[in-house]
Structure formats: structure tokens, C-alpha cells
């Protein structure tokens, strides 16, 4: 059967590279050499996770981070105030490793929410046990969730997480819908074994009433096992998805948005596809990262991190430290360079940097 899909034109790296190298401008944003403001935080909380998924973490979990390396709640709430009122953010999210693996995740996300009001407050989470802290966090303050959910193949499950935990995640989907958090959207990182199952997985989305995107997998994995040539892209997804739902291209919701949507059956419904690789949007990344340590990363293929959690601990200022922070921003780099014959994967992985 033919695929219901318009073609889609992907391989165009659209990073800009052009920009002039000069003087960081006296603004207090997060601004960097090449125009970009960056207002939307991620902040892992730990390196600790419920599973092992083998595009992310190794068999036998990340080496621990030990206590005192590990930043504190207070030392969360007060980065994220300065990243708020000193640097222009706006939207802050949890992740990690897993970040219902810290049991003062809802101490974290009250003290946040007490720093920053109105600031949404959002988490990326393999739902593992979620339903039975939905309520505690959202109480905390925590206004929305993203799931991570590849499969809905219990044994495809287990085998891609190495964990037998699909029924938690589900449980931790409708919870997570009853309770309110909208909208809600569930992550799929695209393999040449979830493509099998994405036309089951995108027909459980529609009927919870859950937003389903696809990620292509990034070479972020622990055990260096991605290659460009076995990586499945945006593209034959659609054509998988188009031989049972007629799709119908309708872009991104606004620049930065990273999932370019489309349309299921004629809407109203959508799925989304994050082609990080194969038309990365570099150009329009308004990101800005803090480990589980303290150290900022700009880019999550870059390894220059900037440390805050030693400033802080020795007496820096709010002040100092958004000096620190802007510093490490402006030197972040045009793109991923994935594409590029150079290219050499960052030292930390996905599930170490926070996601
Ligand atoms: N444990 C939480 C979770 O899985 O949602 C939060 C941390 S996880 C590192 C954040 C996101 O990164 C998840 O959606 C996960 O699927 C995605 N991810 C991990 N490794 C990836 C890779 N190699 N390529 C693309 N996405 C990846
Ligand atoms: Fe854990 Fe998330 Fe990495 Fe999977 S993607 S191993 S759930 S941190």
C-alpha cells in the first residue's frame, strides 16, 4: 500500500555558521555568538534511574554521584532563582537520570516553586512509580510531565530497558492524565526495533488522549553503540505510520519547538517527530543545561562545562554566579555537528548530562 504521506525534504543541517565572533553585548539574557537567547532550563536532579535503556544508560547504571558532589534542594532552588531573575528563563524542567529516584523531588520542585512563581515547573520521567506520587508533586507545584514510552510490547519493553516495568509506566501515564497535567506528552526514541511497534504505540496515544512524539535516536548512548547507518529517521517513520494513518504535515507549533507536527486522520489529534539528526534545529535551540553536580552545559554534545556548584559553595553571589553562567553560554557552539565527518561523541551520556 502506498504510504498516505506527503515526501518530506530532510539531510539539511540549517545550523547557522555565518555569525561574527566578537564581544559578548552587556544584556543580562543568556545570549551566545551566534543570536540565540536561551530561556528554557533542564535541570537533572540525579544520575540514578528505575531502568537501562540501552539507547542511554550502561547494564550496570552510571558510577554514583556521591552526596556531597550531588547538588542539594536548596542548591537546586537557588540556580534556578538566579537562572529566573537574573537571566531571563522561563520554563525550568527536571530530569536526569530519573528524577523520581531523589525522595525530595516534591522538596525540590515546592522550594522552586516558592523561588519562582509562575515559572512552569515541568519534568521528563519514565513514570515508573509515578502514580503513586502524581498528586505529592503536583501539590509540590509541578504544572507539567513528559513520559518517556517506546513500546507497548511488554517483552519489546523489557528487553529495550532491561527492566519488566511496563505496567508502572502506564499506570504512571493515566495517573499522570487523571491528576491533570496537561497536556501531556509521551517521548519515543526511534529504533530499528520500536519502528515495529510505533503504529500500536501511536494508537494507544490517541485513545488515552495523550500527545505521542518520536525522537530519532541521538549518539548519546553509554556504550557507543549508535552508528549514523543503522539509525532510523523521521522519514521512515512517516512512511511506516502513513501505510495505517493518513498524516498530514502541519510544521511546528513555534520556532523553537523542536517536534515538527502532523496531523492523524484529519486532527484533530497530531504526532510529533524530533528529527534531532537528520534536520537538527540547532539554530533555534533556546536551551540551557545544570547537571546533577552544578556544572552548566550549554550544548549536550559539548564536554566544556562550567562549574557552580564549587562557586557557590565558596561564597559566590547571585550576582557571580549569572556572570559564570552567561560566560558559559556565549561560548556555545553552532550545532551538533552529528552530519559531519568530525564528528565525536561527547564523553558523558545522555542519561549523565540529564536529558
Ligand atoms: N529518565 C527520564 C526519562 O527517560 O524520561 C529523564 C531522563 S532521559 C535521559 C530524558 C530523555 O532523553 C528521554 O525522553 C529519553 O528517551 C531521551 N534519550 C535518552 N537517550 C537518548 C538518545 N540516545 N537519543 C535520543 N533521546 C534519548
Ligand atoms: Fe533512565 Fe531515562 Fe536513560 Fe531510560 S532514558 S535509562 S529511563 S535516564
Partial sequence: MEPNVRPVQLGFPRTRVDAEVGDRPDV???????????????????????????????????????????????????????????????????????????????????HCAREVPGIPLAMTTNAVGLEHR?????????????????????????????????????????????????????NAVLMPETLNGAVDLLSWCLDEGVHLRFIEQMPLDADHAWARSAMVDAQRLIEVLGERFMLTEVGRK???????????????????????????????????RLTAEGTV???????????????????????????????????KSAGHGINSASFAPPLRSMGAIGG
Fill in 134 to 186: 502524581v498528586h505529592s508533586l503536583v501539590d509540590a507545584g509541578l504544572t507539567r510531565v513528559n513520559i518517556s514510552l517506546d513500546t507497548i510490547d511488554r517483552d519489546h519493553f523489557a528487553k529495550l530497558t532491561r527492566r519488566d516495568r511496563l505496567s508502572s509506566v502506564l499506570a504512571g501515564v493515566r495517573a499522570a492524565a487523571r491528576a491533570g497535567l496537561a497536556p501531556l506528552k509521551v
Fill in 28 to 110: 543580562p539574557e543568556l545570549v551566545d555568538r551566534f543570536g540565540r537567547v536561551a530561556r528554557d532550563l533542564r535541570v537533572s536532579v540525579t544520575e540514578k534511574c528505575s531502568l537501562r535503556c540501552t539507547y542511554c544508560m550502561p547494564e550496570e547504571g552510571l558510577p554514583p554521584i556521591s552526596r556531597d558532589r550531588l547538588l542539594s534542594a536548596n542548591e537546586i532552588a537557588r540556580l534556578v532563582r538566579v537562572g529566573v531573575h537574573k537571566l531571563g528563563i522561563r520554563e525550568v524542567r527536571f530530569t536526569g537520570g530519573e528524577p523520581l529516584m531523589r525522595r525530595d523531588l516534591e522538596g525540590i520542585i515546592s
Fill in 297 to 331: 552545559r550549554s550544548c549536550l554534545f559539548s564536554d566544556d562545562e562550567i562549574d557552580l556548584r564549587d562557586a557557590m559553595r565558596s561564597g559566590a553571589s547571585d550576582g557571580d554566579l549569572a556572570t559564570l553562567w552567561r560566560g558559559a553560554m556565549w561560548s
Fill in 254 to 288: 513555534d520556532r523553537s519547538a523542536p517536534a515538527e507536527e502532523w496531523l492523524v486522520d484529519g486532527g484533530p489529534a497530531t504526532v510529533g517527530v524530533i528529527a534531532t539528526v537528520t534536520r537538527n534545529f540547532c539554530a533555534e535551540c533556546d536551551r540551557t
